[in-house]
């Protein structure tokens, strides 16, 4: 059993599994047939054996995917709950090996036909090692390092307990201002595909064998398809696109992820012609399924089938579920609306064989990763986690990645600096692990970073002259200035309207060029295209910093808004606690505010939506 144990239930459930899976007595001429097949087609033949067997509940509840951290302080009631009324399929956000066997336990123990759960999570960029963000990593235009680098994620996540990440993120973007765009791997289709299956032979490995060995992961590629075909690099803002731009543009990563193995798939919240992606059945059938010949599951991203009742595409739940089922897709993540299907196929809206062929592609891939008959196989030995996650051969693969990851864009001849000379450190960020590791960290930890500060002592040692943020100036005459964003001003509803330093720390940087005391420091940004300065009061003085007009913010006051009718705060930052809706809603901001702009007030009214003779608002913007 490769090293794993199993308790008396365990093999009765496990001798369950097979008589329920293989029907007996098998005929000579199909267990011959069986051996030509390999592991995907042997899975999928014992999961259509299995599905025969199922009740619809049963089925339905196969379909559903949840996320455990998502149920709080109760979660595991809620999720005893779910397993008890055939509510749940697969499992989100599940760390570590002690937290999957006890949830394991509990699924054997209570599903009638021995069904497993499986674990999934978003590791992107590594799990307790961390690696540069994909953008990042793609600048080393290295496919092999990549490959063992996410290989390397790959063994740290099995034995974490987890079979499944949602990665690679494979959409190609153009527009630095969207905050994911630090997840893909920049906007050259054909970088992108090399890279994407490197990434997918990393975590799959690159023999069917490998797949299932406790050292490899299911990838699942997302977002099918143009998911960052966005209105002003808005989360959830989603613009339609031509077919040109689906084949030449969108399409040849996610070619690459399906031609490298990936079994799995996220469909996008896009609309495409007109049509949201989970209900695309060209998209989500034909081209994905005929044309690209992939055969593992495909599901929803986060709630999108309530996104698409959000926003207007369809009237419920159930209409939602008929229309999904109908364009492809297997695995509903969190809206519920696959619960719907028991009464639907009863009502004849829906065709029990189109349930039984996604319940099938469920079924196969625990198949695959041999949780049927090891239903325990990744969380039977905790000390192994400790061992192998964040161990120093990782991490020394994490680092050349990061070498080679480095791009220097320019150099007046300043670098490299000399050791043996004083180099003052301050800003920010100098001494700072945890903002290093930017977004979906898995459990990455900041306090085992090296940071700036430490990594300069290291070679400097009583030369390096640290001074800490806003505490005064370094005396060396070479300064380096650790100044940037915060790693929360990255990834998923956290966009920018423009690349340039947060306002704080361009106030940190101007108080150390000129001695200020950053307390007594406020600065104001453009709000429009006409602003060629800033404006930073201190005190009674005032100094003005020239900015290009090319460099001024981008708005787009007239928005579809498919966000709006779901409150999601989509960070767009205009400045520093910037109001979280986008202009132009007509909202009532009834906030004091200070401007320090020098503006014309009526575009500003017009800006944030108002009537400039409203007096409401005038006591806030006068």
């Known amino acids: 059993l490769d090293g794993v144990h199993m308790n008396p239930a365990g093999h009765l459930m496990m001798a369950t599994n097979v008589l329920n899976a293989f029907r007996v007595p098998y005929d000579l001429a199909k267990l011959t047939r069986l051996s030509k097949l390999g592991p995907l087609e042997i899975s999928e033949e014992r999961a259509q054996s299995l599905v025969k067997v199922m009740t619809l509940e049963e089925k339905a509840g196969e379909l559903m995917l949840y ?19 055939n509510r749940i399929g697969a499992l989100m956000r599940v760390r570590g090996q002690v937290e999957a066997r006890k949830l394991q336990e509990y699924k054997m123990a209570h599903s009638r036909l021995g069904i497993p759960m499986i674990f999934h999570d978003d590791i992107t960029h590594g799990y307790r090692t961390i690696l540069p963000v994909q953008l990042g990593n793609a600048c080393s235009w290295d496919e092999d390092l990549v490959e063992k680098a996410e290989a390397m994620v790959a063994r740290e996540t099995s034995v974490s307990g987890l079979q499944m990440t949602y990665a ?16 893909t791997s920049g906007e050259d289709p054909y970088l992108s595909a090399r890279l994407t299956a490197a990434r997918v032979r990393g975590f799959q490995g690159r023999t069917p064998a490998e797949l299932g060995d406790r050292r490899h992961i299911i990838a699942c590629d997302k977002h099918f398809i143009g998911y960052a075909s966005l209105q002003a690099a808005k989360d959830y803002r989603h613009r339609d696109f031509s077919r040109r731009e689906l084949y030449e543009t969108y399409l040849p990563p996610h070619r690459a992820a399906i031609e490298a193995g990936a079994l799995g798939v996220m469909n996008a919240y896009t609309t495409f012609e007109g049509v949201p992606c989970n209900f695309n059945r060209f998209l989500m059938t034909d081209l994905l399924r005929d044309r690209l010949g992939f055969r593992g599951q495909l599901m929803t991203d986060w709630t999108t089938f309530q996104f698409s009742i959000d926003e207007g595409a369809a009237t419920d739940l159930a209409d939602t579920a008929v229309r999904g089922l109908a364009a492809g897709v297997d695995m509903d993540m969190i809206a519920d609306a696959y619960l719907e299907l028991p009464r639907l196929v009863r009502e004849g809206k829906v065709r029990e064989a189109d349930v039984d062929r996604a319940v099938v592609r469920s079924l196969a891939l625990k198949f695959r990763m041999h949780l049927f008959n090891y239903p325990f196989r990744y969380c039977c030995n905790p000390g192994e986690e400790n061992r192998v996650a964040g161990c120093a051969e990782h991490r020394d693969v994490a680092l050349r990645l990061t070498r080679e990851s480095i791009v220097l864009l320019e150099n007046d001849g300043v670098l490299p600096l000399d050791p043996s000379k004083p180099v003052g450190l301050t800003g920010t960020w100098a001494d700072d692990g945890t903002n290093m590791l930017s977004e979906w960290v898995g459990e990455g930890k900041g306090e085992e970073c090296v940071t700036l500060k430490a990594g300069l002592a290291k070679r400097w040692g009583e030369r390096l002259d640290f001074v800490a943020a806003a505490k005064g100036v370094p005396s060396a005459e070479t300064v380096i200035l650790a100044i940037g964003e915060k790693s929360n001003l990255t990834g998923e509803r956290h966009s920018r309207a423009k690349l340039a330093l ?19 420091v406020v600065l104001a940004t453009p709000q429009h295209a006409h602003a060629n300065f800033l404006r930073l009061t201190v005190c009674d003085s005032e100094v003005r910093v020239t900015v290009d007009e090319d460099d001024a913010l981008v708005l787009v006051v007239h928005d579809t808004n498919r966000a709006l009718r779901r409150n999601i705060r989509n960070r767009h930052d205009l400045s520093r606690d910037s109001l979280l809706v986008g202009f132009g809603f007509h909202l009532d901001y009834s906030l004091k505010i200070e401007i320090n702009l020098l503006v014309d007030r009526q575009l500003l009214y017009n800006l944030l939506g108002m009537n400039c003779h409203n007096n409401k608002y005038c006591q806030y913007l006068s």
Do not use: Q
């Open 67 to 85: 996320d455990y951290k998502c149920w709080g302080t109760n979660n595991w009631n809620v999720y005893r709950e779910h397993v008890d009324r």
């Open 168 to 183: 690679p993120m494979v959409d190609l973007s153009d527009d630095p201002r969207w905050g994911r765009i630090c997840e």
């Open 502 to 520: 947060p306002e704080e720390e361009l106030a940190h940087f101007l108080m150390k060029t000129i001695g200020l005391d950053p307390e007594h």
